[in-house]
């Protein structure tokens, strides 16, 4: 397995081009599912998960061109409206082929996720919104079995956000019979992204980017060309890499727009930021000062940079306080961090981090993608050797991480 060796200490400097989103990409690709004419998408990152739901989707028979990241999807000849447990267990995100398998095929064969290292999340609220619409769903042998003749459109009000869920429901509803109301919607960035391509396949969807989602189903939906959105969590997370490590780094080809909470965040904690339209410019002199965040749904504090963000805390000046309020087991990097020199407690969803001078290199492991990239951020500022073990989760969600950072003067390695 590999591993990733960093040798503390080295301030960042120069430019990273910023990949396409992960969260972007998976519903989009699963929006290939909805039409029989072929999706041209560019920007896509070139991640494990993003291979799976490839593997995935092949499997029931959509043919997929890639040339870089450019891909060309061809949903003409599915065959087999089906997502194993084999697949669903390494990445959740394969929830995501239900509500287009349903809409244009009448049925779909989805194992549940099972469990995952930062919560229970179940996907009730997928299930509930799709039974509203008429679908009828039986679990069997961990499978979700869903079929309906044709979705019919429906008022759904989610218990709670739900990005996914929004998705899987915006993905049904698109090819629904009549209007579907989906309220208490994800406002998240990825949803609007995958709204913007489904009414470039000709959905109707407006409220984009609020919390009421309506949709008038149409009969079917066409081929189109889109571009990935930047992905906000890796640019939040460089950007968290200098200001706790120092230096000078220019991000590219971003979204700043995306990132206000984050910005805010760390510009309390003593980040120079310039903004332009799609570039960012980070730079950081001296210590950070710590800062309290509690995470929420989009546009609050994303729970994506609460890891990246306790390693930050953990060598700022003062001490901060972390709520998480998305995940109720999102603090597994808190052990790792300790590991580390970190000196963090846990009190029920809350951390309280006492900042430390300098943490001292050991070897860690990750425990989850955020987790891992957490790990990272404390290696490049920890005196000696950060040895971090399976980082098979950082390679899931973080586009060749350790080029990047290697690009920017760190001292990081693959250990294979
Ligand atoms: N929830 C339910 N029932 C449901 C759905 C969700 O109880 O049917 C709960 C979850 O257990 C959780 C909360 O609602 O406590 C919010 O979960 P949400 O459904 O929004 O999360 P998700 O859609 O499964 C996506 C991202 C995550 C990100 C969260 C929150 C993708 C593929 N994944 O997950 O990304 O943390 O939204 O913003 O979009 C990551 O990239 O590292 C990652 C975990």
Redesign the pocket.
């Known amino acids: 397995m590999d591993k990733l060796k960093i040798i503390g200490g080295q301030p960042l400097c120069g430019e990273v081009v910023i990949s396409g989103a992960?969260?972007a990409a998976?519903?989009i690709l699963c929006a290939g599912l909805l039409s029989a004419q072929p999706l041209h998408l560019s920007n896509m990152p070139d991640l494990q998960d993003i291979r799976t739901m490839e593997t995935l989707l092949q499997k029931m028979g959509m043919r997929i061109e890639r040339d870089a990241d450019n891909y060309t999807l061809d949903g003409a000849h599915i065959a087999s409206p089906e997502a194993s447990y084999e697949l669903v267990k390494t990445m959740?995100?394969a929830i995501l082929v239900l509500g287009p398998l349903l809409a244009r095929f009448g049925q779909a064969r989805v194992s549940l996720p099972g469990g995952c290292a930062?919560?229970?999340?179940?996907?009730?609220?997928?299930i509930r919104g799709l039974q509203a619409m008429g679908a009828d769903i039986v679990i069997e042998h961990g499978y979700i079995l869903a079929k309906a003749s044709r979705l019919k459109g429906a008022r759904i009000v989610a218990d709670?956000?739900?990005?996914?869920?929004t998705e899987n429901l915006l993905m049904a509803a698109v090819l629904a019979d009549g209007e579907t109301i989906l309220e208490n919607a994800?406002r998240?960035p990825?949803v609007i992204d995958l709204a913007r391509l489904l009414v470039k396949m000709g959905a109707h969807i407006s409220g984009i980017g609020t919390d009421t989602l309506v949709i008038q189903g149409v009969d079917q939906l066409h081929g189109a060309h889109h571009k990935v959105m930047a992905d906000r969590?890796e640019a939040g997370t460089f950007l968290c890499a200098v200001a706790a490590a120092g230096g000078d780094v220019l991000l590219r080809q971003c979204r700043p727009d995306t990132l206000d909470a984050v910005l805010d965040k760390l510009r309390e904690a003593g980040l120079e930021i310039e903004v332009g339209v799609d570039w960012l410019r980070a730079r950081m002199h001296g210590r950070a000062r710590a800062v309290s965040l509690r995470t929420s749904?989009y546009p609050a504090f994303?729970?994506?940079m609460q890891a990246q963000f306790m390693a930050l805390a953990s060598v700022a000046i003062g001490s901060a306080r972390v709520t998480e309020t998305?995940?109720?087991n999102r603090f597994m990097h808190v052990q790792e961090l300790n590991r580390l020199g970190a000196d963090i407690v846990v009190e029920g969803n809350t951390a309280l981090v006492q900042g430390v001078a300098m943490l001292s290199g050991a070897t860690v492991m990750a425990t989850?993608?955020?987790a891992s990239a957490s790990l990272v951020i404390a290696g490049l500022c920890a005196e000696g050797a950060t040895v971090i073990e399976r980082i098979y989760h950082l390679d899931r969600?973080y586009d060749c991480i350790e080029k990047k950072l290697s690009a920017l003067g760190a001292q990081i390695a693959r250990i294979t």
Not at 160 to 165: E, L, N, R, S
């Open positions: 992960k969260n998976l519903p959740r995100a930062i919560g229970a999340r179940p996907v009730d609220q997928h709670m956000i739900t990005v996914t869920g994800a998240e990825e969590i749904e994303p729970t994506d998305i995940f109720e989850d993608l955020r969600g």
